[in-house]
C-alpha cells in the first residue's frame, strides 16, 4: 500500500464500531494520551490545530489546555461523535476535512498529529509537513505522535512520519518519547527547557 487511505477507509471502520481503535476502553490509550499531555512544554495555548481528531477523547483534555481548539477529521461519522462529546465546550469547533487537502486557514500556537501521519503516501506527508510548518505560529509547538507496528493498509509507519517531521519542519526536537509501540515528539523553534521556560533555571 502506498497511496493516501481514503475517506471512505474510515468511514468504513466507523460504521463497523464506533471506537474502532478502543480509545475509551483500552489502557494503552489512556497512558498514552497521559504520556502525550505531559509532553506539552506549555500549560496552555492560545490556539490549537488537531489533525485527525477521531472521536475526540484526546481532544477532550486537549480542550483543558486551549483558549481556541480546531479539531478536523475526514470521517463524518467520527466528528458526530467528538462534536457531541465536547458539546459544553465553546471553544472547540469541529470541521470535516481531509488532511491531504489544504490545512484549514490560521495560525497555530499548537498542531497535534497523533495516529494520522501514517495514512498518508510518502510524497502526501511530505506535503502535510509543509502545511504544518506554514500553519504554526512564530514560536509555536507540533506534537506528534504515532504507531511504530507495521499494518498492512498504512503507506507509512510510524518512525517513516516522525523522520519525515524531523527533516521537513526545520525545528529543533525538544522531546523525544520512544517505546516499543509508539514514538512521540516535540519540535519547536523554542529549544527551551520547562524549567527554563517558567523561571526555575
Known amino acids: 500500500m502506498t497511496d493516501t487511505l481514503p475517506g471512505g477507509y474510515f468511514d468504513a471502520l466507523y460504521a463497523r464500531h464506533d471506537d474502532p481503535w478502543g480509545f475509551e476502553t483500552r489502557w494503552y490509550e489512556r497512558r498514552k494520551r497521559a504520556i502525550t499531555l505531559a509532553s506539552l512544554p506549555e500549560e496552555r495555548y492560545a490556539t490549537v490545530l488537531e489533525i485527525g481528531c477521531s472521536i475526540g477523547v484526546l481532544t477532550e483534555q486537549l480542550a483543558t489546555r486551549s483558549d481556541a481548539l480546531l479539531a478536523t477529521d475526514v470521517s463524518a461519522a467520527a466528528l458526530a461523535q467528538a462534536t457531541a462529546r465536547l458539546a459544553d465546550q465553546p471553544h472547540v469547533t469541529f470541521e470535516l476535512a481531509d488532511a491531504a487537502a489544504p490545512l484549514p486557514d490560521g495560525s497555530f500556537d499548537l498542531i497535534v498529529l497523533s495516529e494520522v501521519g ?14 504544518i510548518a506554514q500553519r504554526l505560529a512564530e514560536g509555536g509547538t507540533v506534537l506528534a505522535c504515532h504507531w511504530r507496528h507495521a499494518v498492512g493498509d498504512y503507506p507509512l509507519n510510524g518512525d517513516d512520519v516522525h523522520l519525515a517531521l524531523n527533516e521537513g519542519l526545520g525545528l529543533e526536537r525538544i522531546v523525544r518519547h520512544g517505546e516499543r509501540d509508539f514514538v512521540l515528539d516535540v519540535f519547536t523553534a523554542d529549544g527551551r527547557s520547562v524549567a527554563e521556560r517558567t523561571g526555575l533555571v
Open 118 to 131: 501514517y495514512y498518508f503516501s510518502p510524497d502526501a506527508i511530505g506535503s502535510l509537513v509543509e502545511q
